[in-house]
């Protein structure tokens, strides 16, 4: 799994940051004046529960090696916007397939395994030979199957999204790929993510290692 942050909101005034912008928002809403403590406004307001003004900056995050079982339940956070590598248009004749650790750390479990996916791969090959378009010989592929996605949110949504996947009931490859996009985060919005960091740290220190 490859997590990369790839792009974040420039605020066009002072020093840029997304959390300058975040700020300036929130000034609007008070008809205040900044007195040279973003941080301090911005944890009061999350604080206090007022969460719209971090709806204005967003991350964009470019995400490969994850299945498509995984990138089902991400697509689910509709808040957001996605462009996903086409099983339509992408020839799947050797695709990459995300084993899982259970299955890997069990030779009889691993032969099961090797075994289907021979399978797959024959049936695609063969579909393909016979003519039938990648579009409906994707049909065979499983939910293994290994995907690209580009994914952008804001700010408040991803607070609610990693609050729900770095869990221990959330699924184990969905929580790995949060925790890599809060730990990629968090440096360059300290304020608005940097609590949330330490407190599932803290929680769930498993998770981060």
């Avoid at 996605?82 to 339509?88: C, D, F, G, K, N």
């Avoid at 579009?135 to 609610?160: G, K, Q, S, Y």
């Avoid at 968090?186 to 609590?195: L, M, V």
Wanted: charged share 25%; with cysteine.
């Amino acid at each position: 799994m490859q997590v990369e942050l790839i792009a974040l909101t420039q605020y066009l005034r002072g020093n840029g940051t997304p959390e300058a912008l975040l700020e300036h928002a929130g000034r609007v809403c008070y008809r205040s004046e900044s007195r040279g403590d973003p941080a301090k406004f911005l944890r009061a307001r999350l604080q206090e529960g007022h969460e719209s003004l971090i709806e204005h900056a967003s991350a964009t995050f470019e995400i490969s090696g994850i299945s498509r079982a995984c990138s089902h339940q991400l697509v689910r956070h509709r808040i957001a916007s996605y462009s996903q590598e086409s099983q339509r248009y992408v020839d799947a004749s050797d695709p990459a397939l995300v084993v899982p650790d259970a299955i890997a750390a069990d030779p009889h479990a691993r032969e099961v395994w090797d075994g289907f996916v021979e399978q797959v791969k024959s049936a695609y090959r063969e579909l393909r030979e016979l003519g039938i378009l990648k579009e409906d010989a994707r049909f065979v592929l499983p939910n293994a199957a290994a995907t690209r996605i580009i994914v952008t949110m804001n700010f408040r949504e991803l607070r609610h999204f990693f609050r729900l996947r770095i869990t221990p009931e959330a699924q184990w490859e969905i929580r790995r790929m949060a925790t890599k996009m809060l730990e990629l985060l968090a440096p360059h919005a300290p304020t608005i993510f940097g609590d949330l960091l330490d407190e599932l740290r803290a929680r769930h220190p498993e998770f981060f290692v």
